[in-house]
């Protein structure tokens, strides 16, 4: 059984800066891509930052520069940066990640459950 949990989420100040992170446990053999989305109310959920080994980062153009993705392979962690806040970043924070539980298994999506991220003054 593979979980994902994401934690880091918050209030923070226009300007501010978070750190979110995720880390994938479980039965877990390899791990290919890792992503962040995120969702408002009545909105589809958008991809902020996808990160695959040996591969550079992309990012959504509304976080270029501001966003920055990352992971650690020996932890199964993925990590996002957020700096220079802004109100319309607010949103809940999704992990997802590509899982190949053994080695004999398919490739599997799997997500977290989600982290508030609130920017206001």
């Known amino acids: 059984q593979v979980q994902l949990v994401e934690s880091g989420g918050g209030l923070v100040r226009p300007g501010g800066s978070l750190n979110l992170s995720c880390t994938a446990s479980?039965?877990?053999?390899?791990?290919?891509?890792m992503d962040w989305s995120r969702q408002t109310p009545g909105n589809e959920r958008e991809l902020v930052a996808s990160?695959?080994?040996?591969?550079?980062?992309v990012y959504a153009d509304s976080v270029k520069g501001r966003f920055i993705v990352s992971r650690d392979n020996a932890k199964n962690t993925l990590y996002l940066q957020m700096n220079s806040l802004r109100p319309e970043d607010t949103a809940v924070y999704y992990c997802?990640?590509?899982?190949?539980?053994?080695?004999?298994?398919?490739?599997?999506?799997?997500w977290g459950q989600g982290t508030q991220v609130t920017v206001s003054s």
């Open positions: 997802n990640a590509v899982i190949q539980a053994r080695s004999w298994d398919s490739w599997r999506t799997y």
């Open positions: 479980g039965s877990i053999f390899s791990v290919h891509v």
């Open positions: 990160i695959n080994t040996g591969s550079s980062p």
